[in-house]
């Protein structure tokens, strides 16, 4: 018997472990759920970059994603969609899977593991750059419930692809680009080079300025986790992920150092900015205290006048004041 | 009584009037021959009635239970050795031939040598002539002059191959096993050390050698009943354990020889008759046997040759006589199982290897069945036959559309579990599992509803096989095996810090449900 503790050995029995799904599927539907909860346990414990699922179980997964299945059945599907091989499935009745898992995460129930199953099939799913399209824009609301992804996990990396990051910065969301930068930097895993650039420069170009201001801080806060994790040292993170070593940890810590700084500079010249801004509208305002307080004085004097006037006009013998020249006025 | 008794009559010793002892001799020889003779002629007779009955058909009904009956009788001769008391006779009447030529020639020898030397020479020459064709026979099978005696001759003497074989085996063993006895035993090694240390004091080695002596016999009389003893609690157990497991097994006796009764007449029809219907209620007779147990091999072949009868190749399409639509599915189904089958039960039987030939030279390996009404099972049937060579050249099978009826999806469900289990068995653990048999499993796990419970378990089984589960000794599996080896996965695996595993709430589903 293969040791099951070893995740290359459970991966090679992935085509064995896939066709249980369906049959642990309906023992959920029944109430037994301990099958399931294994089979996301082993498809977890050795999951790879490029899936864990054999593919021929996707047009099976579709038929249990349809609006017909009883809710614990798609909701298996969804928690088991991050398995697919995403990379590898091309356009097509595919386009029709993407669509209903879109219903499908939508009705069942959002527990922690469907948020994060959705999340993580949205990243992988919009890493394939023929279903990409057909991925709903709302669907990345699903990223602002903040959801976690494991330490080894095909949507971060597929996530940080190019295409996915210009495809969430061209949703002009800011948002759901601050959810997304969240979700994808963590201490598991590295930007490619045009990856960071890019992200460089939506920090600089959509999340300047100084109305961005709550979201650099929370990014801010994140990247100082991600970098107090990388602190840790590799002992810590290859508890997790066997495959660190020193050297990544070192890339990944120049990375988001790199990232922070960025960050820092966009809000330094927030901060000029707004400073700026501030002392403009200090003088305007003194200005315009200034010149209220003029006209406010210049009226005060006016009914002082009449009020004198008009005492005057009540005393016989006693002249009008308004009609005395200027020169002898108060 | 003394000499006076008869006085001085002295009596005579009678005379022989009779023939000559010779004579005497030879009558008895002749009598012994003409008495054989008469022995097999009587048993001749009594032969012929037993075949009369033998081929008299005493009953009516299907061709099935026709030949039930029919190979009930085969069984009884067979049991009742009815073909050695049948080849008697011709020993018998060669017996009589032998003691008459003897008799013959030992009479005339006393009337005139010149004649007797002709018959002596007849008979010998035909006694020769016997044991040289005994001889020849017994040598070389394929020998035409084959007689009972040849074959007991080549019966005895592989018996005797092999008894001698077990007698050098056995006395090797036993001198290797002394051999090693002596030298761990203490007093070999204390006759040993006393003969180094004699070399400086001979003298009183003698002395000492007996008092010491006697410890060391002590040790070895200890081992060797320490020995004794364990020898006999491990046969005491063994044979609690085997008496054991023959109490709690279940005694399917009678079922078994009916079942084996039934393959037998199967194979029977199948090789002996020409008639098609015959043909098409054997194998559907053959396909309602669920549980098959050590068949008949010539059953494989049977099914085989039926198959091949109803199809044929041309330019890698299958093509099916017109009419025989049935027979073809029905005896497509009933190879797929016997082949597999007879690969579990006796994985180096020859039929085997010999259908696979047969099959490799009628279909070739990229022969084309899709579109055909038993599409599935035929592909199953040439990915199991034709595995050796155009493996990857062939199309897979697509199970999708996949949905027979239920005794159809048992059998072929048995069938690949068979496989299966022939390659758990015969080692193959790398690849426990034909990657082909994978994408079965999988379509008929996912049917809703599910499918029997017996094509239930056995896709489950396939699934524990490749999963390197330890199946010996196991006749059904569930999911529990698969389970068991997913529960070894650790919790902690690909999570992160303080996250709590995949546990869904149970109140939630069962609303939205």
Known sequence: MIDAADPDAIHSKRKAVTALFMYAARQERDGRRA????????????????????????????????????????????????????????????????????????????????????????????????????????????????????????????????????????????????????????????????????????????????WMGRYRVVLLRHLDHVLGQLDLGSEYLRQHDPRINEGDIRLRNGQYVELKEVLLEVERGAIDELIREFSGSVALFSQLIISSYAQAQGAVRHLCVRFLSSACSLVPGHSDPSTTPPANRL | MDNTTFGGDVPTVPQWLGPPRSTVHVQAI???????????????MLGKQWLNRYASTDMRGTVIERSQNRQQKLNGVVAWYFDNVMESLPLMLQAALLLLGGALSRYLWEIDTMIASVVLGITSFGVIFYLFIVVAGSASASCPYQTPGSRALRSAASALASATQALVSAALAVALTTRRALGRSATVQNIRAKEWWSRRNTGGFQKRVPRELHGALAVDCYRLGRAVVLLLVA??????????????????????????????????????????????????????????PDFDPTLVTGCFSVFVGCAKVTEGGLVVTQGLEQLATASAM??????????????????????????????????????????????????????????????????????????????????????????????????????????????????????????????????????????SGVDALDERYALAWWMS?????????????????????????
């Open chain 2, 235 to 292: 046969f005491g157990r063994r044979a609690n354990a085997q008496l054991v497991v023959s109490l709690s097994t279940p005694t399917h006796g009678s079922d078994q020889q009916m079942t084996l009764l039934n393959s037998h007449c199967i194979s029977w029809i199948l090789q002996t008759s020409l008639d098609k219907g015959d043909h098409l209620s054997a194998v559907e007779y053959l396909a309602t046997m669920i549980p098959l």
């Open chain 1, 35 to 210: 099958m399931l909860h294994t089979f996301l346990q082993a498809a977890r414990a050795s999951a790879t970059l490029w899936g864990f699922m054999w593919c021929r179980i996707t047009p099976l997964i579709t038929t249990l994603l349809d609006e017909g299945s009883p809710v614990s059945l798609r909701q298996a599907a969804v928690l088991a969609l991050p398995y697919l091989p995403w990379r590898d499935l091309s356009s097509g009745d595919n386009e029709h899977l993407v669509q209903l898992w879109v219903v499908a995460a939508v009705t069942v129930p959002h527990t922690n593991e469907v948020v994060q199953s959705v999340a993580d099939t949205l990243l992988q799913t919009s890493s394939n750059s023929s279903l990409r399209p057909h991925i709903p824009i709302e669907t990345w609301s699903w990223l602002n419930e903040c959801p976690s992804l494991p330490p080894i996990c095909a949507g971060r990396f597929w996530g940080l692809s190019l295409s996915v990051v210009r495809m969430v910065r061209a949703l002009g969301d800011a948002e759901t680009l601050t959810s997304y930068l969240i979700l994808v930097w963590a201490e598991w895993e590295y930007l490619d080079d045009e990856s960071l650039s890019e992200m460089c420069t939506l920090i600089q170009e959509d999340l300047g300025g100084i």
């Open chain 2, 30 to 44: 002749l009598y012994a021959s003409l008495g054989t003779s008469l022995f097999s002629g009587f048993l001749a």
């Open chain 2, 489 to 513: 996965i650790p919790l902690t695996r690909n999570q992160l810090p303080g996250e709590g595993s995949f546990e869904t709430d149970s109140s939630e589903t069962q609303n939205h449900d």
């Open chain 2, 334 to 471: 009933c190879l797929l199982r016997t082949f597999s089958h007879l690969s579990a039960v006796y994985p180096m039987s020859g039929v085997l290897g010999d259908v696979r030939q047969r099959y490799n030279r009628v279909f070739p390996p990229d022969a084309d069945f899709k579109d055909f009404p038993f599409y599935h099972t035929l592909g199953s049937i040439h990915r199991s036959l034709n595995s050796g060579r155009g493996h990857w050249q062939w199309a897979r099978i697509e199970w999708q559309d996949y949905n027979p009826p239920s005794h159809e999806h048992i059998v072929v469900s048995r069938a690949l579990t068979e496989l299966t289990k022939s390659r758990y068995r015969r080692g193959k653990r790398g690849k426990n599992v034909l990657r082909w048999i994978l994408p079965f499993v999988l379509h008929s796990l996912s049917l809703d509803p599910l499918p029997s419970a017996s094509v239930v378990v056995d896709c489950l089984s396939i699934i524990a096989i490749d999963l390197g589960c330890d199946i």
